[in-house]
């Protein structure tokens, strides 16, 4: 079993910065990516961000150039700087893990509120 614990949520004012953590209780074995994805109210999942085994990031057009995703492997933690943010940020943002050997795992979820 394996648990993504977020953490990191909270309220801003918007034009501020959150960085949200991500922590995995083990070694995910045959970790293919990490992901950030978030759900606004009444809306679809959608995908945030991205970052391979490899280290290779990959972002929503909404996001790039004010998101940063990144991994700490050693620490099974991945972390997404937000800065700039605006209150259409405003969501619940969900770690996810893909691997070869467990398909998608999910964290809990944390809330970010961007107020204007």
């Known amino acids: 079993q394996v648990q993504l614990v977020e953490s990191g949520g909270g309220l801003v004012q918007a034009g501020g910065s959150l960085r949200l953590s991500c922590t995995a209780s083990?070694?995910?074995?045959?970790?293919?990516?990490m992901a950030w994805y978030r759900q606004a109210a009444g809306k679809q999942r959608e995908l945030v961000a991205t970052?391979?085994?490899?280290?290779?990031?990959n972002y929503a057009d909404s996001v790039k150039g004010r998101f940063t995703i990144s991994r700490d492997t050693a620490k099974n933690t991945v972390t997404l700087e937000m800065n700039s943010l605006k209150p259409e940020d405003t969501a619940v943002y969900y770690c996810?893990?893909?691997?070869?050997?467990?398909?998608?795992?999910w964290g809990q979820g944390t809330q970010v509120t961007v107020s204007s």
């Open positions: 083990r070694i995910i074995y045959g970790l293919k990516l």
């Open positions: 970052i391979t085994n490899g280290g290779t990031t």
């Open positions: 996810n893990a893909n691997s070869w050997t467990r398909g998608n795992d």
